[in-house]
């Protein structure tokens, strides 16, 4: 069974709340050219980061998982994935909560987590085999 992941609606909401007080505020001033050329600018941000958002997906299925991106893709078999786990990066390119995906070939997906839903960011979890609990030991008296 294959599950899609897209990214989640609060992500679209956050973008929109971004752009559209800027496009509505330029529509009263429709007769400027300038707010027009504004309003025309602001649009075409407008549409590029809704297909940018659009193009995140997370595709699980019985033999790999993957996450692509507008531009790229990566892939891994889940019978390799050694580990997934959320962390916090530092980072001036991406955004600092990341979902990592880790194989036993030492391959790595890093997903920017906060795009998708808890849902999703779950399934991707549940991947990960689950450790053994270690055998306890004897406690000293």
């Not at 940018?52 to 997906?57: C, G, K, M, T």
């Not at 019985?62 to 786990?85: C, G, M, N």
């Not at 995906?101 to 790595?108: A, N, R």
Request: glycine content about 4%; charged content about 20%.
């Amino acid at each position: 069974m294959t599950s899609v992941y897209r990214a989640a609606v609060s992500t679209y909401v956050v973008f929109g709340v971004m752009f559209v007080p800027f496009m509505a505020a330029l529509l009263f001033r429709w007769r400027d050219p300038g707010a027009r050329q504004i309003f025309v600018m602001i649009a075409v941000a407008a549409v590029f980061c809704v297909t940018w958002i659009a193009r995140f997906r997370i595709v699980i299925t019985e033999h790999t998982v993957e996450f692509r991106r507008i531009f790229t893709s990566s892939t891994l078999p889940r019978a390799a994935i050694r580990s997934a786990r959320i962390t916090f990066r530092a980072s001036a390119s991406r955004g600092p909560l990341r979902l990592v995906v880790t194989s036993d070939g030492g391959g790595e997906i890093d997903i920017n987590a906060k795009v998708f839903s808890r849902e999703a960011i779950a399934a991707v979890l549940a991947l990960a085999p689950v450790s053994e609990p270690s055998a306890p030991t004897a406690e000293r008296k």
